[in-house]
């Protein structure tokens, strides 16, 4: 009777075991990251999760930003050649294509030469994971882009040292097959009330406040995307509408934009992408496949 409880309880562990192992993340290994140009990291587990679409709009619906998307285009396009690349940090207005313009750079590069590049995504929260992560790409010959969306640290928040180290200093340094790309609302990465209090109580205040900005010094393109006039929004409304083949003249589109924007108290390409999905909802048009 005992023995047949016992067997019992490891059948059920083993049934338990198997459910576990179909759900985890598939364990990181070179030839697992040949299968997919796009990853997201899960640090807790060490796993990379695979993208199959990357969730984007294309680089042609970039607009307002052209100066910014040739110099982020340049870098990637230099990197998955080979040649020498920078780290980049892309930072401002909220809604203005910051993670977009990541996002579509990695997906001409891959039209132009495919799996050229492989995006990974790590979270904010997981960036002390990041040593790992960087151990598990360098023994590929893949060439990675690892990118944080929303990156920003607290006044108390020590994770920007390691991330310091890891981007310039360490006795291994970065890999050669990997850039980092991040995005942030702020400039210095830090809340600006951080950086006046360690000016202001600093036993020596510059080299605090030096201290808590060197970190965008790590990034050697540092870009800055600013909010969008109303000839900009309107053009972005443009271009969606273009893409979508939306039914409406062009100024009747306009003045609805504007009357959008109004309500919503901004102008950006995130609220013209709005504006042009409930439009096309309310019009019926058909979306067109990715």
Known sequence: MELGWMEQLAEHTARIAAALDRIAPMPPTSEWLSQADAFVWQGDSGGLVPVAQVAGVPLGLLRGIERQTRLVLENTRHFAAGRPANNVM???????????????????????????????????DELTTLPRLLALLRASDRRFLVFCDDLSFESQDADYKSLKSVLDGGIMGRPSNVLF?????????????????????????????????????????????????QDIYLAIVDAYAEARAIPVARETLHRRAVQWALERGSRSGRVAAQFIDALTAELAVETPSP
């Not at 205040?205 to 030096?210: I, L």
């Open 90 to 124: 892309i930072w401002g207005a909220r809604g203005m294509g910051k993670s977009s313009l990541v996002k579509a750079a990695h997906d001409a590069v891959n039209r132009e030469t495919p799996h050229a590049l492989v995006l990974v995504e790590i979270q904010r």
């Open 181 to 229: 790309y991040a995005t942030s609302n702020r400039r210095h990465l830090m809340p600006r009330d951080a950086v006046e209090n360690e000016s202001g109580s600093a036993l020596n205040p510059h080299e605090a406040v030096e201290e808590k900005v060197s970190l965008s010094d790590r990034f050697g393109l540092w870009i800055g995307l600013h909010g969008a006039g």
